[in-house]
């Protein structure tokens, strides 16, 4: 076949751009550069923008494990018999997941600025649709105003994700604002 080696050559290249980028981006963030991924990779620049066009498109693929482990969990949490206690505590682990996974927040940004016009925000997109039961669950319950969306709830968790990065302790100021957040400014009834 004429062009089978070529396909796999891009097989392997993609393979070997993506496990770079995982690396890169756990280190660096979001703003990981893309011409040391090709150096590291050991390609050219074109060569990872031919596989990634766009930083959000590597973001997202280096993202997509752990986006589908937050799906799995919400299906897990599903049967929980506190409606809301399941849906925040999916939350906690996409608060979690963020801030240990550096890259991914950005990942979840509504900011459609460069994103595929056809795909949208498909990290996004894919949390929604898995917490989705979780919130209709526990508005339809009276624990959670029906008024709140789940592109609401990650909008926040990315704004909060965002503002902590580089506090010292990221993760622990992360969830006390996002425990703020959903908890409001009065005392604990």
Not at 25 to 45: M, N
Not at 59 to 84: F, M, N, P, Q, T
Not at 139 to 145: C, E, L, N, S
């Amino acid at each position: 076949m004429p062009g089978s080696g070529r396909r796999a050559d891009a097989r392997r290249n993609y393979t070997r751009i993506l496990a770079v980028a995982e690396e890169e981006v756990a280190a660096q963030g979001a703003g990981a550069s893309l011409e040391q991924i090709a150096r590291t990779a050991g390609v050219g620049s074109a060569t990872v923008r031919r596989h990634f066009p766009t930083r959000r498109a590597l973001l997202e693929a280096v993202s997509r494990e752990r986006i589908d482990a937050l799906r799995l969990r919400a299906l897990d949490l599903a049967g929980k018999a506190d409606s809301r206690g399941a849906l925040l505590e999916w939350l906690d682990d996409v608060v979690a997941y963020c801030v240990s996974a550096r890259g991914l927040a950005a990942a979840l940004s509504y900011d459609t600025a460069g994103a595929d016009p056809v795909h949208g925000n498909t990290c996004a997109a894919a949390l929604e649709e898995a917490a989705d039961p979780l919130l209709h669950r526990a508005v339809r319950d009276g624990t959670v105003t029906p008024d709140v969306t789940v592109a609401d709830l990650i909008t926040l968790i990315v704004g909060i994700t965002l503002a902590t990065e580089h506090h010292p302790g990221p993760a622990a100021q992360a969830h006390r604002l996002f425990r703020l957040a959903v908890t409001g400014l009065g005392p604990a009834r």
